[in-house]
T-cell receptor
Framework: GAVVSQHPSWVICKSGTSVKIECRSL??????MFWYRQFPKQSLMLMAT?????????EQGVEKDKFLINHASLTLSTLTVTSAHPEDSSFYIC?????????????FGSGTQLSVL | TQLLEQSPQFLSIQEGENLTVYCNSS?????LQWYRQEPGEGPVLLVT?????EVKKLKRLTFQFGDARKDSSLHITAAQPGDTGLYLC??????????????FGKGTKLSVKP
C-alpha cells in the first residue's frame, strides 16, 4: 500500500526556536496533503490543507504565520512551527491523498511528537 | 458545521466480549472512514463506507453506514487484547468526485483486558 513518511518522529526544542516537520509520499504523487494536531487522548484536529504549487488553506483559529506550510513538490510538504512555545507541544500528523486509489484514499504519516521546553 | 459525535469515548472490556462504537451526525457525508491508531503513531485506515446502508466486514469487525449516510457503527465480535487502541471515525466533508477534507470524531479509546 501507499506509504507516507513523516520526519522527525520526535523533536525537543527550546522555546523561541523553529522546527520543521517533513511529510513525504514515497510511492505516489500527492497534490493535496493535510496537517493535523492531536492532543493526548484526543482526536485529530485539522490545521491546514496543503496544495502543491499554491498557498495552504488554514482552518479557523490556526495562525498561518505561526505554522508555515510549504508544498513545493508532488511528494513533499513541510510544516514549520515558528518561534515555538511550550503550548505548541503536541503530536503533529500529516496525511496525503492518493488520487490513484479508488475513493482517493488518505494515508497518514507516523506523526511527530514535538516537545517545547 | 458538520460535527461527528462518537461514542463511547472510553471502553474497557474483557477478552471475548462484543462491543459497538457509534458515530453520529446531523449532516450527510459522502463517505465515512474508520481508523485505528496506536499511541505515538499515525492512524491506519480500516475501512471506507460509501453507500447508504452499506455493511463491510473485516474479520471480527463489522462496519455499517446508515441509510441516510449520517451515522455509522463499528461492531467488534469476541474482542481480543490486540484490538486495544484508539478508534476514529472520519466523514468526508465535500461531495462529488473528490473525497475532500475529513472531519474526525473524538475517538473511542478501547482497552481489552485478557
Amino acid at each position: 500500500g501507499a506509504v507516507v513518511s513523516q520526519h522527525p518522529s520526535w523533536v525537543i526544542c527550546k522555546s523561541g526556536t523553529s522546527v520543521k516537520i517533513e511529510c513525504r509520499s514515497l510511492d505516489f504523487q500527492a497534490t493535496t496533503m493535510f496537517w493535523y494536531r492531536q492532543f493526548p487522548k484526543q482526536s485529530l484536529m485539522l490545521m491546514a490543507t496543503s496544495n502543491e504549487g499554491s498557498k495552504a488553506t488554514y482552518e479557523q483559529g490556526v495562525e498561518k504565520d505561526k505554522f508555515l506550510i510549504n508544498h513545493a513538490s508532488l511528494t513533499l510538504s513541510t510544516l514549520t512551527v515558528t518561534s515555538a512555545h511550550p503550548e505548541d507541544s503536541s503530536f503533529y500528523i500529516c496525511s496525503a491523498r492518493d488520487r490513484g486509489q479508488p475513493n482517493e484514499k488518505l494515508f497518514f504519516g507516523s506523526g511527530t511528537q514535538l516537545s517545547v521546553l | 458545521t458538520q460535527l461527528l459525535e462518537q461514542s463511547p469515548q472510553f471502553l474497557s472490556i474483557q477478552e471475548g466480549e462484543n462491543l459497538t462504537v457509534y458515530c453520529n451526525s446531523s449532516s450527510v457525508f459522502s463517505s465515512l472512514q474508520w481508523y485505528r491508531q496506536e499511541p505515538g503513531e499515525g492512524p491506519v485506515l480500516l475501512v471506507t463506507v460509501v453507500t447508504g446502508g452499506e455493511v463491510k466486514k473485516l474479520k471480527r469487525l463489522t462496519f455499517q453506514f446508515g441509510d441516510a449516510r449520517k451515522d455509522s457503527s463499528l461492531h467488534i465480535t469476541a474482542a481480543q487484547p490486540g484490538d486495544t487502541g484508539l478508534y476514529l471515525c472520519a466523514g468526508a466533508r465535500n461531495y462529488g468526485g473528490s473525497q475532500g477534507n475529513l472531519i474526525f470524531g473524538k475517538g473511542t479509546k478501547l482497552s481489552v483486558k485478557p
